[in-house]
């Protein structure tokens, strides 16, 4: 089983803000794969099914942003479950142009709550991440949290969009690795 958890926060307020790009990503996977629709699941929402012959999870955590390695629990449960190998975090960056992603093998969390969260849970940095571009800070931000807490403006979002075809790619690509 491949695991990829989009990282965002639950509710209808937050649905449409930079911190849920990891959800919209989840969302457009589950659409581009035709999987069921998300159900309740331990701690998140999740949908499943196989790509290629390989099992695949896609959960979206419920616990909001700075709690989502509580989501984890079912799949560390799993005595087959390798991080390493078995997890994809997708998951914004303002510290990332908007328009662009990156995935990386692993890495630190760079201040990034969720990751943190997702590393407790794990006790370990190795796992991959796709960070979705959704800076920079505007001149004279203050407080990133306001910025990645407020909705992406119509034509970021567009942006955000534009760029879906690619990421399902290179998650098609990570999923055949």
Known sequence: MRAVVGLGNPGPEYAATRHNAGFLVADALAAHWQFPPFRRAERA???EGSIASTPVRIL????FMNRSGAALASL?????????????ILVDDFQIPLGTFRLRAEGSAGGHNGLKSIEGALQSQQYARLRIG????????????????APFEPDQ????EGLMP???ETVEKWLNS
């Not at 979206?60 to 616990?63: D, L, R, S």
């Open 60 to 63: 979206k955590p419920t616990t």
């Open 134 to 149: 959704v800076g920079p800070l505007p001149e004279g931000t203050a407080d990133w949290a306001d910025y990645v807490l």
């Open 157 to 160: 979002l567009d942006e955000v």
């Open 45 to 47: 929402r999740a949908t």
């Open 76 to 88: 560390r449960a799993d005595p087959t479950f390798t991080p390493e190998r078995d997890l994809l």
């Open 166 to 168: 690619q990421m399902i």
